[in-house]
């Protein structure tokens, strides 16, 4: 026996006493839910074929997004078109210097104070137009268009401009918004260009000096799966 009689007394006392709760009781049985869940895989069945359209606790873009840029080295960065750094916090570990150009001067004061209060001394703001910035020649090892090219109102001419910034093997990114007929969407968030093809971002780069760039297709905006997103590669070559 492992209780003497008070013990005992006092353990049927508390086992009356905790029977009836209903909240305890509620516990108990989403407890056991759960396990057996876990031992059958039924929300691993139900889930497959849909993984890419339901929540998964911590997996979201952000938390992509800061896994993949763990395994970047993009060494001296030019992010063009950079807004006012709503990417830092993902390009900055990934940079040994980070610089952000845009031509707006409320974009890049916002920018320097988001800078400064993560406390990232290695990236610093330049007020230019992305088609002429005041950087020096072949001073980058990549430089950016994060869905900042459709701003440029000559885009070939930001991509010769890239090409012209990198230093010998330096790669040039764009991330940029398809050909589309949103017209709403070019008004409203001041494009100056409805997207671009594929086709027209691998001509641009050649004629930059770009050799064999990768230009494709990188599926839709979720929330508009009238807006195909494109995306492409230039490595300049010695």
Known sequence: EIFDADGRALWDLLGEELKPDALLQSDRDRMEEVVLARRSGAWVDKAAGSLDRRYVPGR????????????????????????????????????????????????????????????????????????????????????????????????????????RLLRSGGRCLVLTLGRHKEARIQQEYGHAHPGFTPAMLRKWLEAAGFENPVCRKAGYDHRNPGLPIVVALGIKKS
Not at 95 to 114: F, K, S, T, Y
């Open 60 to 163: 979201s873009f952000e938390s992509v997004a800061a896994g993949l840029t763990t395994l970047l080295e993009l060494g001296i960065c030019i992010d063009m078109g950079s807004g006012d750094g709503a990417l830092l916090e993902l390009l900055a570990p990934a940079c040994e210097e980070l610089i952000c150009v845009d031509l707006h001067p409320r974009m890049i004061e916002v920018g320097q104070a988001r800078a400064k209060e993560n406390r990232l001394d290695h990236v610093r703001f330049v007020k230019g137009d992305m088609q002429d910035p005041p950087l020096g020649d072949g001073s980058a090892d990549s430089v950016l268009f994060m869905q900042s090219l459709q701003y440029a109102e000559r885009p070939a001419q930001a991509l010769l401009t890239a090409h």
